[in-house]
């Protein structure tokens, strides 16, 4: 009776911790610092790395690591403008460059004219 007790109490309290997570974004909090660019009106369309169409009106972006289906906090280091994104491409490939943005969530946080702005980017779900 007493190993049976044991184990009733010794599976009651391996039940009391949360399970960890399945898919868990164990990006969040991840922060980086460096230049975004935007896509040319050319890739309008076109599939991305991550299997969507790419479409200039949506709040995406494209890095080269952050998990497809990332939320990215997007924040202009000139004007503290902010924007989220989702992650829904690779890229950039050009060098100096940390995130690719959508046109739309570009010009939410700079003139589009610049054509590149220096940015913070953070993972937030």
Same mark, same amino acid.
Request: glycine share 8%.
């Given at each position: ?5 044991? *184990?009733?109490?010794?599976? *009651? ?11 868990? $974004?164990?990006? *969040? ?25 790419? $479409?200039?009106?949506?709040? #995406? ?50 003139? #589009? ?7 913070? *980017?953070?993972?937030?779900?």
């Amino acid at each position: 009776m007493r190993v049976s007790l044991g *184990i009733l109490l010794a599976s *009651i309290l391996g039940c009391s911790s949360a399970p960890p997570q399945v898919g868990a $974004n164990k990006w *969040i909090g991840y922060t980086q610092k460096g230049l975004a660019s935007y896509y040319a009106d050319r890739h309008q369309s076109n599939m991305t790395a991550c299997g969507e169409r790419y $479409n200039h009106d949506l709040k #995406t972006a494209a890095h080269k690591k952050i998990p497809c289906g990332s939320k990215l906090q997007v924040t202009n280091m000139d004007n503290d403008e902010t924007v989220v994104v989702i992650v829904n491409d690779r890229g950039p490939f050009v060098d100096g460059r940390i995130v690719d943005l959508s046109k739309s969530a570009f010009s939410s946080i700079a003139n #589009t004219s610049s054509g590149l702005v220096t940015v913070q *980017i953070e993972v937030i779900e």
